[in-house]
């Protein structure tokens, strides 16, 4: 795991600390469609069906997606046991959060 991908997992573990996170795919879409969300995650493990969907959704809302890492790395980020989706609901949170994605 390189520098950029654990800064990644470190900042959702923090947004989660702070409660600027919706996790799992009911929250995360709730998020998105009641304009929330700031930034999507969706685990690469997930269905193909999952991702399009959030794909589909996001880009209607206009709000940045990633498909990133896996459904345990995304869960132990944030505390919790697997997590195929979740939501950074912090602008600031979220916008460093893709930074370091793009790396």
Do not use: W
Not at 11 to 32: D, N, P, R
Not at 42 to 55: A, L, M, R, Y
Request: charge should be neutral; aromatic fraction near 8%; proline fraction near 1%.
């Amino acid at each position: 795991m390189n520098l950029a991908q654990n800064r990644v997992l470190s900042m959702i573990g923090l947004a989660q600390k702070a409660g600027k996170t919706a996790s799992g795919e009911f929250a995360t879409e709730h998020a998105v469609k009641s304009g929330k969300a700031a930034l999507v995650i969706v685990s690469e493990e997930s269905s193909d069906n999952t991702k399009k969907k959030f794909q589909n959704m996001c880009d209607y809302y206009e709000v940045p997606v990633y498909f990133y890492g896996g459904k345990e790395e995304l869960g132990h980020a944030m505390g919790k046991e697997f997590r195929a989706s979740l939501a950074i609901l912090d602008e600031g949170l979220a916008k460093s959060i893709e930074k370091n994605l793009k790396l």
